[in-house]
């Protein structure tokens, strides 16, 4: 049983920047790999970042690369998603979400392979 909790959401202009927290509890969190995902009213849920267990290896959703980033504090147990150059694309809720499976982060990217989930964050960005 993992506990993950979302911070940092809010509503920004296009073009700003926020950057997201996830708290996961447990003395564990080293040996998941993390990451993000997000859903938009209506559509699906979406990979959008993952991070391998030890921070070595990221991987990001075409629509995001360049512009988020996901990083990793392993004695904090928190992992992070700094996001710039917002678009009113980008408005969803996002989770955060360990898996426990696939350390690397791959599965995440590959087949949204996710065993624990956050509750959610908004990230509003108007135009």
């Known amino acids: 049983q993992v506990q993950l909790v979302e911070s940092g959401g809010g509503l920004v202009q296009a073009g700003g920047s926020l950057r997201l927290s996830c708290a996961a509890s447990g003395r564990t969190f080293s040996s998941y790999a993390m990451g993000w995902f997000r859903q938009a009213p209506g559509k699906e849920r979406e990979f959008v970042a993952a991070i391998s267990w030890s921070g070595g290896r990221t991987y990001y959703e075409d629509s995001v690369k360049g512009r988020f980033t996901i990083s990793r504090d392993n004695a904090k147990n928190t992992v992070y998603l700094q996001m710039n150059s917002l678009k009113p694309d980008d408005t969803a809720v996002y989770y955060c979400?360990?898996?426990?499976?696939?350390?690397?982060?791959?599965?995440?990217?590959?087949?949204?392979?996710?065993?624990?989930w956050g509750q959610g964050t908004q990230v509003t960005v108007s135009s």
């Open positions: 979400a360990a898996d426990r499976t696939d350390r690397t982060g791959w599965g995440m990217k590959r087949i949204g392979g996710v065993d624990y």
